[in-house]
Each structure stands twice: as C-alpha cells, then as structure tokens.
C-alpha cells in the first residue's frame, strides 16, 4: 500500500496546533500506517517535498520569509489545510495590523531601557505591511479552525482526506451548527 505524503508546516503562531496534532496520542501509530510524515518542525528534513498529498499550515502570513515559503508549498501539495485561527483568520499575530509593523519594531527593539536598541536587520526577515490568514496569499482547500482545534477534529480531518473524502466540520467546531 502507498503511504500518502503528509506535511506540516508552522508559520508566525504559538505552535499549539502541532501540539493538538501531537495530542492524537497512540492515534498517531494508526495513522502512521497510512502516511509518511515528509516534512514537519517534527522531523528533520529541511526542504519541502514536491508532490505532498496534505499539507497542514498553522500560523498567519507575516514576513517575507512566509510568503516565499507558503507559496512554494502550495506548488507542491494536492491539498492545503489551514489549521487554526492563525492560518484561517490571522488571530493573535494579525493583533499587529491595528498598530502597524514599524509602530511594534520601535516598541520593542528601541524601548529605553534598552543597552543596545537597535532594529535588526541581519538575517531577519521583513515584515509584511498587513499580517494575513493563509488564503489571502494561496488557495486553501481545507479550513479547520480553533485556538488550537482538537486533537479529535484534527484527526477526523486528516482521516477524511486521505480517505478521499471533504471533512464536515459543522457540527465539529465551535463555528459549526
């Protein structure tokens, strides 16, 4: 049996997705046996795949760095996801947009009481004028919400779609019914 090809991305979020992933628990060795996990801050391999199945995106749009990265993984998987709040709505990193990225960069590089104030601008990726959810960038074909969302919803979900089928989160969610 060919293994689908799953991936796991994390852009500007808390990580509390992939913990909800990783709260599948013993689940994890079921689903295991029908996927092979290609990429993910959980495994080692530092360049994103072509050809992955299902990609799951936690976080929000909020640097160059991935905007460069999210559409180079849209090229290369069938079905993207946007997990969480984060990637579905921008959430708490899109808190950044009421006051703008220059307002936050002054705040907290060139605070007072700091030795050395200084903006970094050496391997620090730019921000982005707006902090965005994920499908304002690329096309989403999946949308699971929640601040993080379940490990049970998160299951359902990438069960449904390696098995072909569109996950009905209606009644899953707190946005459902």
Known sequence: MT???LA????????????????IDER?????????????????????????????????????????????????????????DCAVMGNVPALRNTIGGDAVLRRVYLAPDLTNPAIPTAGVPSLLPEVLPVHRVVKVDVFIPGCPPSAEVIFYAVGELLAGRQPDLTDKTRFGA
Request: glycine share 6%.
């Open 28 to 84: 994890l060795l079921a689903l295991a046996e029908s996927i092979e996990l290609v990429y993910s801050p959980l495994v080692d391999n530092k360049v994103f795949p072509d050809d992955v199945d299902v990609t799951l995106v936690e976080g929000s749009v909020s640097n160059q760095d991935d905007l460069d990265k999210i559409r180079h993984i849209r090229q290369r998987t069938r079905l993207l996801v946007s997990l969480g």
């Open 8 to 23: 796991t991305v994390w852009l500007d979020g808390c990580s509390g997705c992939h913990m909800s992933f990783l709260d």
């Open 3 to 5: 293994r689908a090809k």
